[in-house]
């Protein structure tokens, strides 16, 4: 069965930082781009980060640039997204999705066509 889910997400005050996991089962994540996308309340679901299948180049949102890192560790066929100096606008509810031909950049950000999707984890960021 394949299946994606994501874990890490939690409460978190303002600066701090989490690390977000996807952990893949039933296919192989490295053949797959992966991308992290988020929803927060009332807003349209976006992409923050990708990593593409061929050669793990990665892109990411002007919006999270420099304060997050998407990592792939293949040995635990899964993928991360380290997120640092959080802001109260990151909260969202945040998933992972896997696709075996896209390739990573600007024109992902809003593409919701991916093969496979997690559930999300939330993410909220508050003092």
């Known amino acids: 069965q394949v299946q994606l889910v994501e874990s890490g997400g939690g409460l978190v005050q303002p600066g701090g930082s989490l690390r977000l996991s996807c952990a893949a089962s039933g296919f192989t994540l490295d053949d797959y781009a992966i991308g992290w996308f988020r929803q927060a309340p009332g807003k349209e679901r976006e992409m923050v980060s990708c990593?593409?299948?061929?050669?793990?180049?990665?892109y990411y949102a002007d919006s999270v640039k420099g304060r997050f890192t998407i990592s792939r560790d293949n040995a635990k066929n899964t993928v991360y997204l380290q997120m640092n100096s959080l802001k109260p606008e990151d909260t969202a509810v945040y998933y992972c999705a896997a696709d075996r031909t896209v390739v990573c950049g600007t024109h992902l950000l809003y593409y919701y066509g991916m093969d496979y999707w997690g559930n999300g984890t939330l993410v909220t960021v508050s003092s």
């Open positions: 990593i593409s299948s061929s050669d793990d180049s990665t």
